[in-house]
């Protein structure tokens, strides 16, 4: 409570005149802070001080006990406005020990690095902690890499240690920066941090996350490891960027994986190692193109260029994101040209020899040495009738590997009297722990195999197939009593797999003296032949399931034999 007027002269009418008068003979009033300076003799540690019977007195408590009264035992007097020369009793406090560490503003004498109490350099990690001493013990923060944070952290420890005595001036220069959380005890005697989130992008309602717990280092650890990770992503405001592998971790969980299949969000995160092995530990405010032409020679020089190409794509849409969120200005991606890639030439098999191949697959069971432990079960007769009818399927409809492990018997109908199969789903292995979409129908086959959409809206199609084919799927089918939703090609009861397919297509082209094409060049050689035979564009590309004409013309391979016979034709109409 501030003194009046009448207040002062009622003091000062009880204390000695002399002491008063002594007093201002040596004070210079402060117009701004109204701060009473003592302009006499100090203290090494800057407190005034006069020569009372002999002894020295510190010119604060004297002008205390003068104008407030007695000071009570193992209590101190405290400067509420921080100036040590300063004796004006509306500055003054009678206050512990304990609240005057507290109340305390500047740095510590013993504390050269910071030049702020409580926050201290560690040079051997190089980063900045807070700690202070409270009942005999150091209690310490986490470390930061910049002081800003230690100082946050600093005020939150001596709030949550120490008593307030309610001081407004100590208040306004200690008050937490706004939308930091607070600090309190609930009515359960449980410590409770706050942690204020941005508002909800959708609603704009304000979000924060609450931490409890009857052991304050608890509630405090769970608060500063939420919070140290929602900074570290960008979440929450800093004056520093957010490193790159923190952000990409964020981007590829906030941003990708509800919106991806799973398989394509497994590729994404295996770029986005690659760029963390790289240049993961740059903050993003700090990126330029350097560090990109550096992402590119590293993975480069152990790597395809086309996984470099697809690290370039993943960062590149990570950083538009991040523009996106006011983390950056610019993408650095945008001043730098994309990895150059050289595709290998996809290789296939020419006229003829896919019938080779599909019977060397009908007896090739038991032909080739196998690798021990190679197999669970070993190969029959049937396994071979099975992988010669699945060659069949790949070479005359060119459907994908997936799409071929779904068919069901369902997928063998009839339009307009035309055999045909409804390509509609696709068989995939998803890794443990995979995070299914909700808008992705996807149902659970066996561990880790699920049953999903084609692979885009364009891949549900029709495909029309030979009388012969479409009775043997179906014999096979009905032989076999499968019901309508059983999967036609199996493995002891269980779907097929990727490893176990290349397996077998291998050792078929081995016994069949082919060369070494892989599984994708049969769809290749569909497409091919669908050119051949005079196929229009919109008939190819509805066929293949692609969205457009140019990925249908990128697998299909022209022989010289039949581009001479296409030139052949043009030359003989120009003779006619």
């Known amino acids: 409570m501030e003194l009046t007027d009448e207040c002062q002269t009622e003091a000062i009418s009880e204390r000695p005149q002399e002491l008063i008068r002594r007093l201002f003979k040596h004070r210079r009033v402060d117009p701004v802070s109204n701060c009473w300076f003592w302009t006499g003799g100090h203290t090494d540690n800057g407190y005034g001080h006069v020569y009372l019977d002999k002894s020295t007195v510190l010119v604060h408590r004297l002008s205390y006990e003068i104008f407030r009264g007695a000071i009570p035992e193992a209590h101190i007097v405290d400067h509420r406005c921080f100036n040590r020369l300063c004796f004006n009793p509306n500055h003054l406090r009678c206050i512990t020990i304990a609240e005057n560490n507290q109340h305390r503003f500047g740095a510590s004498s013993n504390n050269r690095s910071s030049g702020v109490r409580n926050v201290y350099w560690y040079g051997y990690r190089k980063k900045w902690f807070a700690a202070i001493h409270h009942n005999g013990k150091q209690i310490r923060s986490e470390y930061f890499d910049d002081k800003e944070h230690a100082c946050e952290e600093a005020v939150r420890l001596r709030a949550l240690y120490f008593k307030d005595q309610g001081d407004s001036d100590m208040k306004a220069k200690h008050r937490r920066p706004r939308g930091t959380g607070a600090v309190f005890v609930d009515s359960q005697n449980r410590y409770t941090y706050t942690l204020e989130l941005p508002n909800d992008p959708a609603t704009g309602k304000r979000r924060r996350k609450?931490?409890?717990?009857?052991?304050?280092?608890?509630?405090?650890?769970?608060?500063?490891?939420?919070?140290?990770?929602?900074?570290?992503?960008?979440?929450?405001?800093?004056?520093?960027?957010?490193?790159?592998a923190d952000w990409l971790g964020r981007w590829l969980e906030e941003f990708k994986r509800p919106n991806v299949k799973p398989r394509v969000w497994e590729s994404y995160r295996s770029d986005c190692r690659n760029i963390t092995n790289s240049i993961g530990a740059v903050r993003i405010g700090d990126l330029t193109a350097a560090h990109v032409r550096k992402l590119e020679k590293d993975i480069t020089s152990t790597r395809s260029s086309k996984t470099a190409l697809n690290a370039y794509r993943r960062l590149s849409n990570a950083l538009d994101d991040a523009v996106g969120?006011?983390?950056?200005?610019?993408?650095?991606c945008a001043h730098c040209d994309p990895p150059r890639?050289?595709?290998?030439?996809?290789?296939?098999?020419?006229?003829?020899?896919?019938?080779?191949?599909?019977?060397?697959?009908?007896?090739?069971?038991?032909?080739?040495?196998?690798?021990?432990?190679?197999?669970?079960?070993?190969?029959?007769?049937?396994?071979?009738?099975?992988?010669?009818?699945?060659?069949?399927?790949?070479?005359e409809t060119g459907m994908r590997q997936g799409e071929r492990f779904a068919l069901t018997p369902a997928d063998l109908v009839e339009v307009d009297g035309t055999p045909a199969i409804h390509v509609c789903h696709e068989l995939q292995r998803y890794a443990k722990g995979a995070?299914?979409?909700?808008?992705?129908?996807?149902?659970?086959?066996?561990?880790g195999i699920w049953m999903v959409p084609p692979k885009s809206k364009k891949g549900e199609r029709i495909v029309p197939v030979s009388k012969t084919l479409w009775d043997d799927l179906a014999g096979w089918a009905t032989d076999h009593e499968l019901t309508s939703k059983d999967l036609i090609f199996t493995r002891k009861g269980q779907p097929l797999t990727n490893t176990v397919e290349?397996?077998?297509?291998?050792?078929?082209?081995?016994?069949?003296?082919?060369?070494?094409?892989?599984?994708?060049?049969?769809?290749?050689?569909?497409?091919?032949?669908?050119?051949?035979?005079?196929?229009?564009?919109?008939?190819?590309?509805?066929?293949?399931?692609h969205v457009d004409i140019g990925t249908t013309?990128?697998?299909?391979?022209?022989?010289?034999?039949?581009?001479?016979?296409?030139?052949?034709?043009?030359?003989?109409s120009i003779e006619q």
């Open 210 to 244: 609450t931490f409890r717990s009857k052991d304050p280092n608890k509630a405090k650890a769970k608060y500063l490891e939420a919070r140290k990770k929602l900074i570290s992503t960008g979440v929450l405001a800093s004056d520093v960027t957010p490193k790159l």
């Open 341 to 395: 890639v050289e595709a290998n030439p996809t290789v296939i098999l020419d006229a003829g020899q896919p019938v080779r191949l599909i019977q060397a697959a009908s007896s090739a069971s038991g032909e080739v040495k196998r690798r021990r432990g190679q197999n669970k079960w070993p190969d029959s007769p049937e396994d071979d009738a099975m992988w010669s009818l699945m060659w069949r399927l790949a070479f």
């Open 325 to 332: 969120e006011g983390l950056i200005e610019v993408n650095p």
């Open 435 to 447: 995070v299914i979409p909700s808008w992705l129908k996807a149902e659970p086959i066996t561990k």
């Open 502 to 545: 290349r397996r077998r297509w291998y050792r078929a082209l081995e016994k069949a003296g082919l060369p070494r094409v892989t599984i994708r060049s049969a769809r290749h050689y569909f497409a091919t032949q669908l050119a051949i035979a005079g196929a229009s564009e919109d008939a190819r590309k509805s066929i293949m399931g």
């Open 553 to 572: 013309a990128g697998y299909t391979h022209w022989s010289p034999q039949a581009l001479a016979e296409i030139t052949g034709k043009t030359a003989l």
